[in-house]
């Protein structure tokens, strides 16, 4: 199965301050990748798929990029409602895997 | 709106059995897969299974194959999650998430099982 490594595993940040996340698969998986954001007691959200196609009602202020096995979300200016639990996830082969996640706090 | 709604938490003890639901509303609910997802305290998210209603394909990831069943109920609009015998291991938090390819835009608010004696 494809592995996903994110990382870091935390990354404490102050609100406006641009936060970089990375993900890493470990064989190429072209651009089928989204990211998810989890919130505590909530379910994830869906926020890119295709590696950088924003889903409905994503704010701007996050952009995604990257193919093959590097990947990148990035939030320019961090707001609140920000923090959280963000995953990426693969949809090249079965079984989808997640990565373990990385936790944006401040 | 288009929703998933999940039937509430289940508390049950080792090798019982057990179904939890997942009823979509608000859109056609056999042209999209529903998957189901594992979060057990304070870890990862894991793809158990998805099932595609209009056929009733499913697919199971290694992990998961043979420990649970995934159905669907055209006639409700609902995907289910069995369980012949539960184990203490089972405890988690379960989503039901429905997909358009293998992307899933919207997640059911989650279906807390727990396992003890």
């Known amino acids: 199965e494809i592995v996903m490594t994110q990382s870091p595993a935390t990354l404490s940040v102050s609100p406006g301050e641009r936060a970089t996340l990375s993900c890493r698969a470990s064989q190429s998986i072209g651009s089928d990748l989204a990211w998810y954001q989890q919130k505590p007691g909530r379910a994830p959200r869906l926020l890119f798929y295709g590696a950088s196609t924003r889903a409905t009602g994503i704010p701007a202020r996050l952009s995604a990029s990257g193919s093959g096995t590097e990947f990148t979300l990035t939030i320019s200016s961090l707001q609140s409602e920000d923090f959280a639990i963000y995953y990426c996830q693969q949809y090249k082969d079965w079984p989808l895997t997640f990565g373990v996640g990385t936790k944006v706090e401040i | 709106e288009v929703q998933l709604v999940q039937s509430g938490a289940e508390v049950k003890k080792p090798g019982e059995s057990l179904k939890i639901s997942c009823k979509g509303s608000g859109y056609s609910f056999t042209y999209y897969w529903i998957a189901w997802v594992r979060q057990m305290p304070g870890k990862r998210l894991e793809w158990m299974g998805i099932?595609?209603?209009?056929?009733?394909?499913?697919r199971y990831s290694p992990s998961f194959q043979g420990q649970v069943t995934i159905s669907v109920d055209k006639s409700t609009n609902a995907a289910h999650l069995h369980w012949g015998s539960l184990k203490a291991s089972d405890t988690a938090i379960y989503y039901c998430?429905?997909?358009?390819?293998?992307?899933?835009?919207?997640w059911g608010q989650g279906t807390l099982v727990t396992v003890s004696s």
């Open positions: 998430a429905r997909g358009s390819g293998y992307t899933f835009d919207t």
């Open positions: 099932i595609y209603p209009g056929t009733s394909e499913t």
